[in-house]
């Protein structure tokens, strides 16, 4: 592929620089366009100075003078020029269509197995994941398995190893169903039985804590609940009964010998009046 070469002219680098066949200088096309050369270069500052293409690298022959080159530039299929892609590859202008459909690291290519398509630098990573892709057991040597299937085959195949039924309680044995049966007892899972053990007195501990926690939280929320006495908070006592105190007991209408401190005074007439009436005079009579 092409690569980038730099302009004695202007500085920059580019793809399309022709090259003096005298002094070997390098020159734009941009530059070679406008009819500029090398200041200080006698050679190319010669109207006889000819210039090989840029196509050069491509095996093109063309060198001519500056006057020459403008429509050579447009029609050589040769000139190196930039993959659509923006793979970094530069191509010939002849080429570049078999690049970007069967060379371009970055063209999108079909994966064989499963259709989906991804980078041609992917594909060969994809069919290594690729469900659909086939594959072999490794231990049965079974062909064309499609690798989504690979688990559901090793399950199923009296030749692969399967791990011991104790395996997450830490038992590492893993053998043939066969073997897996004789390797089945007590003797051979005596760790594993301790684990298991270690594990049931963690867990009650833990819930003994938990409940230990919930009683603590409840004796607590008991505690910081208001003082009632006759049904009412003491929060709440001055704001309902400012001239009243209150007693342990509930209050009695039928009780004539219970006095309540603090009565107001309508309260001291209201008892008056019920014992005029208690002796047979009407209410509001006069006493004689």
Known sequence: MAEFENCQKC??????????????????NKCLVQETSIDDCVHCNAATQKFWCPGRKYGCKFQKTISET????????????????????????????????????????ECLFCGEGCYALKLSAHHAICDEAPVSCTYCHEDNI???????????????????????????FEAVETEIKDHLNFRNHISCFDDIHERIQELELTNTIERRNQRDEGAKHETNQPAVIGGVSLFDKELLWPKSVLTTEPFEQNNEDQVIEGTPAGGQADKEEDESEKHGQPRGAAAP
């Open 70 to 109: 403008k429509l050579h530039i447009k029609t050589c299929g040769s000139v190196p020029v930039f993959c659509p892609n923006e793979c970094g590859q530069a191509p010939s202008k002849k080429s570049l269509p078999d690049h970007v459909s069967l060379e371009c690291r970055l063209r999108i290519a």
């Open 11 to 28: 500085g920059r680098d580019s793809l399309d620089v022709w090259m003096a066949n005298q002094c070997l200088h390098m020159i734009c």
């Open 146 to 172: 499609r690798r989504g299937s690979l688990f559901a085959h090793a399950r199923d195949c009296v030749k692969t190893p399967k791990p011991c039924p104790m395996k997450k309680h830490g038992c590492t």
